[in-house]
């Protein structure tokens, strides 16, 4: 029996790696924006989930993100990472944007308990922004699947076996990488900065 122009175009669309998914949603193809979600809707709305902490609002966030993914498709490039970090960095913008919506604010004040914030000096604000761009720096050095493990941990907030399962690697492997990446952010970290007997942190 012959199969329909449709079932043939799916199945193609199917063969396709992420990146070359990525590619065709840069030319406006509507069927790799369907495989996109079926490859990564798991993955995104697991992100989104752990920033708003609430199903709906979730799926929402979701939704906004895939739109995000079409509108944005131009922005991906290969050479900074694998299409999962990349999508998990969507949903996780998407998901502050929201959070930080006047509603959801509202609603958090209700159900939070008051609990006294610890002020931050000028001095800690200013060692977090210097950290913060040494990381950055430091993951930005690491072999593309060092980096994807990483990422997804950081942005999609993933467990090594969720990872595992995102990546369709083994457990083991996804555990070696992640050792291997955090060994050399930590060395990075030591390099840049050093502790004096002061004990406070001195920049090289």
């Known amino acids: 029996m012959a199969r329909s122009g449709r079932d043939a175009d799916d199945d193609a669309v199917r063969d396709l790696s992420d990146t070359e998914l990525v590619h ?20 995104v709305y697991s992100v989104a989930f752990r920033v708003v902490h609430d199903h709906a609002l979730a799926e ?18 290969p050479a900074a990472g694998n299409v999962a970090p990349w999508l998990a960095r969507i949903a996780r913008n998407r998901a502050i944007d929201v959070t930080r919506g006047k509603q959801h604010q ?7 308990p008051l609990v006294p914030l610890r002020s931050m000096s000028a001095g800690d604000h200013s060692d977090a922004i210097a950290v913060g761009s040494t990381l950055s720096e430091a993951v930005a050095e690491l072999p593309d699947n060092q980096r994807t493990v990483i990422e997804l941990a950081y942005f999609g907030g993933l467990s090594q076996s ?23 952010l930590r060395n990075r970290l030591h390099s840049t900065f050093r502790a004096p007997s002061s004990g406070v942190a ?3």
Not at 62 to 77: G, I, K, V
């Open 106 to 112: 509202a609603r958090l004040r209700e159900q939070a």
């Open 60 to 77: 929402e966030v979701m939704q906004d993100a895939f739109l995000n993914c079409w509108n944005r498709a131009d922005s991906y490039r």
């Open 24 to 43: 065709r949603l840069q030319v406006g193809d509507e069927q790799a924006l369907v495989e996109l979600y079926r490859r990564f809707a798991g993955l």
């Open 202 to 204: 001195e920049y090289e």
């Open 162 to 184: 969720e990872i595992a399962t995102q990546l369709n690697q083994p457990l083991g492997t996804v555990k070696s990488r992640t050792r291997t990446a955090m060994e050399h």
